[in-house]
């Protein structure tokens, strides 16, 4: 059964710092695509960033390059979404999930197991 398990939101003010976590079980963790994504109320999910089996390659949006960075280790099984320079816009349930591409896609449509999501809020 594959679980990916969320941690690490929370309450930040604007200009702060916050690392998501996602712990990963049931799968062969080293031979996935991993994604972040995000949620806004009223607005579609999207990607926030996605990275490769061996953590080589990673894509992000563009709202959130050079404030966000994906990471990867093989050896825990898990995922990791350091966040900083917080905007209140990037308030949003984020998710991690996974895909059997072999490419890092960023389609939600790609990832086939997600998390429950963890609750990020920004506060001005």
């Known amino acids: 059964q594959v679980q990916l398990v969320e941690s690490g939101g929370g309450l930040v003010q604007a200009g702060g710092s916050l690392r998501l976590s996602c712990a990963t079980s049931?799968?062969?963790?080293?031979?996935?695509?991993m994604g972040w994504f995000r949620q806004a109320p009223g607005k579609e999910r999207e990607v926030v960033a996605a990275?490769?089996?061996?953590?080589?390659?990673?894509r992000y949006a563009d709202s959130v390059k050079d404030r966000f960075t994906i990471s990867r280790d093989n050896a825990k099984n898990t995922v990791y979404l350091q966040m900083n320079s917080l905007k209140p816009e990037d308030t949003a349930v984020y998710y991690c999930?996974?895909?059997?591409?072999?490419?890092?896609?960023?389609?939600?449509?790609?990832?086939?197991?997600w998390g429950q999501g963890t609750q990020v809020t920004v506060s001005s």
């Open positions: 999930a996974v895909s059997p591409s072999f490419g890092v896609v960023v389609a939600p449509r790609e990832y086939d197991y």
């Open positions: 990275i490769s089996w061996g953590g080589g390659s990673t």
């Open positions: 049931g799968l062969s963790f080293s031979r996935k695509v």
